[in-house]
């Protein structure tokens, strides 16, 4: 059974600091894997995806990476805003139109 | 085009009392799927849809919840004779079949159960 980990559960940084966080999943045979946020209260929004094919994936000051032979992602955000302030989530599933299996989230907190 | 949305976004339940939750999906989205939140935690599997069909239901915790799609489209959580523990936010995604099969989620609804 596919089980994912995102280290740490929260972080506080000082705005302007980069961060990286991380999500570890235990069956490399993955198909997607998917970064989301989520603000208080709120849904879910899409940051990224990234298909078990590829390595990288990059959208603005966000970039996230695949290492899929050791069951890895990392979410690095380049120079941190207050609006970055959300929970962050990784998920990934085993073939194309399938459930995602999440991680519990890490809840970032950036400091102005 | 519109998103995923859901309603009603609250909802307050007695506790024995049926519930019925809407996911109207993104238009064209053949696959939809249910999950459940529960606070501090990540969403959970429910339930999957293509078109109509039920694929995979292995999620739902008991006997008292029921999914349905019947056109394809719309699609309704029910859940029979609440109780406490049923209190969580349901989110509801779709996502189209080929290309990054990437899910797109609804706001949620929360759902209380006194």
């Known amino acids: 059974k596919q089980e994912v980990t995102q280290i740490p559960a929260a972080l506080s940084v000082p705005e302007g600091e980069n961060l990286v966080l991380n999500c570890s999943f235990t069956?490399?045979?993955?198909?997607?894997l998917q970064w989301f946020r989520q603000d208080p209260g709120k849904g879910l929004t899409s940051l990224l995806l990234?298909?078990?094919?590829?390595r990288e994936q990059t959208s603005g000051r966000l970039n996230a990476s695949l290492d899929k032979s050791s069951g890895r992602s990392t979410l690095y955000i380049a120079a941190s805003q207050p609006g970055d302030s959300a929970t962050y989530l990784c998920?990934?599933?085993?073939?194309?139109?399938?459930?995602?299996?999440f991680g519990k989230g890490t809840r970032l907190s950036v400091i102005a | 085009g519109a998103g995923v949305s859901q309603s009603p976004r609250y909802k307050v339940a007695k506790r024995g009392q049926d519930v019925a939750l809407r996911c109207d999906p993104i238009?064209?989205?053949?696959?939809l799927f249910w999950y459940q939140q529960a606070l501090g935690q990540g969403p959970e599997f429910l339930t999957y849809?293509?078109?109509?069909?039920?694929?995979?239901k292995s999620g739902l915790p008991s006997d008292r919840f029921f999914a349905e799609r019947p056109e394809g489209s719309v699609s309704t959580l029910k859940i029979q004779r609440t109780q406490q523990e049923d209190s969580a936010v349901y989110l509801c995604?779709?996502?189209?079949?080929?290309?990054?099969?990437?899910?797109?989620f609804g706001p949620g609804t929360r759902l209380t159960v006194t």
């Open positions: 849809f293509q078109n109509e069909a039920q694929l995979d």
């Open positions: 998920a990934v599933n085993d073939s194309g139109n399938t459930p995602l299996v």
């Open positions: 238009s064209g989205h053949v696959s």
């Open positions: 995604a779709s996502s189209l079949t080929g290309g990054g099969y990437e899910q797109y």
């Open positions: 069956d490399s045979a993955i198909y997607n």
């Open positions: 990234i298909q078990s094919s590829q």
